[in-house]
């Protein structure tokens, strides 16, 4: 309930958790909300300015621009998620079995990790789509696979800085098993470093996808991308600048809201950021901010 109240006044921490909210949903209910097929080809329609039917116009082949920019969230954030997602599990089991058992299993783990993160994740990721071929499922294993392991360490370290606790040392005497006491005792108080580097690494994420399409190497046509339709515009960006102003400006804001909802969960969830009349010190979550987006960038 405090993370909530702390979470509610912050104005900007809730209208980026409003825009992250209402992009998922237009991206699931894509079909639903698109007012037209955004892989119908028109030529009549080409490049036709913006009406009342087709509120952001036309592309270069008389597809409707907004009902794209509607499909594009679907690959631009909803894939990006879902990999994430596997990307943390994969990460979370391998840092909470390397921090809380230690030994020979903290340095397999971590020698593993080590061999994974020597690599920039650019260059891996590249050189996965150069063996796997271009296209956004290969852009997504890449990711899983360089991932989780810059996961695994994040969360490993803190993970042993909790197991050393007496609440856990007291546990382990009891008798109590060692999942219940993962579960238990140690995932509660390392959510809040889960959520905030998660959080954190959706916006790099996101910005590689865009990257990667807008170059060809990501999802292929006719399907629809926010770097996608950025590189179709490419030929008109100062004749019809809008057809390059919307897919930027949707990654802009999407991403600008999971940057600083990032930065409010992180206030929200550690009490050590908080100043002594209460409220947060946002210098310091900039700082931790920009440490976590670089070091997740590879």
């Given at each position: 309930m405090r993370l909530f109240k702390n979470l509610s006044r912050d104005k900007l921490a809730v209208t980026s958790l409003a825009i992250i909210v209402l992009t998922l949903a237009l991206g699931v209910f894509a079909?639903?909300?698109?007012?037209?097929?955004?892989?119908?080809v028109n030529m009549k329609l080409r490049y036709a300015s913006p009406s009342w039917s087709y509120l952001l116009g036309n592309d270069h082949l008389g597809r409707c621009v907004?009902?794209?920019?509607?499909?594009?969230?679907?690959?631009?954030?909803?894939?990006?998620?879902?990999?994430?997602?596997i990307s943390v599990l994969v990460g979370a089991v391998a840092g909470f079995a390397a921090g809380y058992f230690k030994g020979k299993v903290d340095a397999w783990l971590m020698r593993i990790c080590d061999i994974m993160l020597s690599f920039p994740g650019y260059v891996m990721t590249l050189a996965v789509v150069g063996i796997l071929g271009a296209g956004l499922e290969n852009i997504l294993i890449a990711f899983v696979c360089m991932k989780w392991a810059w996961f695994a360490r994040v969360i490993r370290t803190s993970v042993m800085q909790f197991s050393e606790m007496e609440y856990v040392k007291f546990a382990k005497a009891s008798g109590i098993s060692n999942l219940r006491?993962?579960?238990?005792?140690?995932?509660?108080?390392?959510?809040?470093?889960?959520?905030?580097?998660?959080?954190?690494?959706?916006?790099?994420?996101?910005?590689?996808?865009?990257g990667l399409s807008f170059l060809g190497l990501g999802i292929q046509a006719p399907h629809a991308e926010w770097g996608m339709m950025l590189n179709e515009a490419r030929e008109v960006m100062f004749s019809r600048p809008e057809l390059m102003l919307a897919p930027g400006l949707a990654i802009v804001v999407v991403v600008s809201a999971f940057n600083f909802w990032s930065d409010a969960l992180q206030m929200a969830l550690d009490p050590k950021l908080m100043t002594s009349q209460g409220k947060s010190d946002p210098s310091h979550g900039r700082e931790v901010r920009k440490a976590v987006y670089e070091y997740s960038r590879g």
């Open positions: 079909p639903l909300v698109a007012p037209h097929d955004p892989g119908v907004l009902s794209r920019l509607i499909y594009g969230i679907r690959p631009s954030v909803l894939w990006v998620l879902a990999a994430l997602g006491i993962i579960t238990r005792h140690i995932v509660p108080v390392t959510f809040a470093d889960i959520a905030v580097i998660s959080s954190s690494a959706m916006c790099s994420m996101m910005l590689q996808v865009s």
